[in-house]
């Protein structure tokens, strides 16, 4: 998708190509799991939730959430005071290195807890 993506840039292509490009890419991606999951002999129709289980997850993960969202919103505020201060072309940069660090705030790879079983 990365290569698509060059060549609409190359094409000149409209901002709604883009739009569509990150749509497909998220449904291949999806597709890909899929794949992979029945490959190892399991079926998402066989999924059952809990809602005891989905309320202990939301209490447990609550301060995770709010970080990664005030993380977002600092990043948001930074490229406007950016804009403010210096020029599109500074404000282009950090939305670059932006988008490159804001998986890293959803992942939790920091608390190596999250990753233990509970007892009880």
């Not at 409209?14 to 999951?37: D, R, S, T």
Request: with cysteine; glycine share 8%.
């Amino acid at each position: 998708m990365a290569l698509a993506k060059v060549v609409l840039i190359l094409i000149g292509a409209p901002l709604v190509a883009f739009a569509w490009a990150g749509f497909f890419e998220l449904v291949l991606a999806a597709v890909f799991m899929l794949i992979a999951y029945s490959h190892n002999r399991h079926s998402i129709l066989k999924w059952r939730g809990s809602f005891h289980e989905m309320g202990s997850l939301l209490r447990e993960s609550w301060p995770l959430v709010f970080t990664g969202i005030a993380t977002m919103i600092s990043m948001r505020v930074d490229q406007v005071l950016i804009g403010q201060m210096l020029n599109d072309k500074e404000v282009g940069l950090y939305s670059a290195g932006v988008k490159l660090s804001e998986p890293l705030v959803f992942h939790p790879c920091l608390d190596s807890s999250l990753y233990l079983p509970r007892s009880g």
